[in-house]
Structures are given as structure tokens and as C-alpha cells.
């Protein structure tokens, strides 16, 4: 659970582990949740927090647990510039989560949602500007519509 401080500190225990003194070259943060129906007018204070603390909080709590193993593989990397060989962190994003794109992808209120991917994407430009100092490179990513239990068949 992305959103449980204490399962995030577990997981990164348990990575650092099983890599043997080695750093970790690459976080994909790609767990979400969405609620179809929260529009503007149905959405409570309830939705909005647990689906920002998935969507939004959990990857920086990921991010945080994992700097130090990233950091690592960033420091001991021969890589030149910031890539995935060196250290990365993936946030799976979304077109939906973007204020510029919003009139042409609003078929689809979503609000909780949206505003969680929002946030997401700016967590990633923070992370960019401050953690591609030490090598990380930070990068949200958008793979468009994906065949799973969210993305539905529509």
C-alpha cells in the first residue's frame, strides 16, 4: 500500500536487501486509483484524500524511501547525464492530470482523479529539479489508455 508509510519503509528495506550493497537504478511509480463518477458536484472531502494520498502522497512517499538506494546507483553509475542506466524515478501520469490539456481531455470530469495526477505531475517536477542534481533523472510519464481494471474497455 503506496499510501502506508510503514509498508513504503518495508518495501524499501526489503529492495535494499536483495541488492546486495548495490544501488537501485529505477522506481516506476505506477499505482492508482480512480472513482468514475466523482464529478464537481458529487466528489466529497473523503474521495479527494484517499485518491491524493494514492495517487499523489504515495509517490513521494516511494521517492523518499528509495532516494538513498537511488542515490547510491547514481553515485557508483559510469552513465554520463541523467537516464534510466544511471537512476530514475517513472511516475505513471496522466494527460488527464495536466492544466493546459484540460478543455480537449475533459470528457471525462473525474475530478479527484484528475486533480491527484495533477499534483502528481508537479511532485515530478519538483523531484526533477531537485534530485537531478544528484544524478536522478525524474520523469512523469502519460502511456495513454491501457488495457486494465481502470482502464476498462473504453
Not at 475530478?111 to 542534481?133: D, P, V
Request: aromatic share 6%; hydrophobic share 40%.
Amino acid at each position: 500500500d503506496v499510501a502506508n508509510p510503514s509498508a513504503v519503509t518495508d518495501a524499501s528495506r526489503i529492495v535494499e536487501g536483495k541488492l546486495n550493497g548495490a544501488g537501485l537504478n529505477l522506481l516506476i511509480n505506477n499505482a492508482a486509483i480512480y472513482t468514475p463518477t466523482a464529478s464537481l458536484d458529487t466528489v466529497d472531502a473523503e474521495e479527494m484524500m484517499r485518491t491524493y494520498k494514492t495517487n499523489a502522497v504515495g509517490p513521494m512517499l516511494m521517492a523518499q524511501a528509495f532516494l538513498p538506494l537511488l542515490k547510491k546507483a547514481a553515485r557508483d553509475s559510469t552513465e554520463k547525464g541523467l537516464s534510466c542506466n544511471k537512476a530514475a524515478i517513472i511516475n505513471i501520469s496522466t494527460v488527464m492530470g495536466s492544466i493546459e490539456k484540460t478543455p480537449e481531455s475533459f470528457f471525462k470530469p473525474v475530478i479527484s482523479y484528475r486533480c491527484s495526477k495533477a499534483a502528481l505531475n508537479m511532485l515530478t517536477k519538483c523531484q526533477a529539479l531537485t534530485y537531478g542534481e544528484a544524478g536522478i533523472l525524474c520523469v512523469a510519464l502519460h502511456p495513454g489508455w491501457v488495457k486494465t481494471d481502470m482502464g476498462t474497455q473504453e
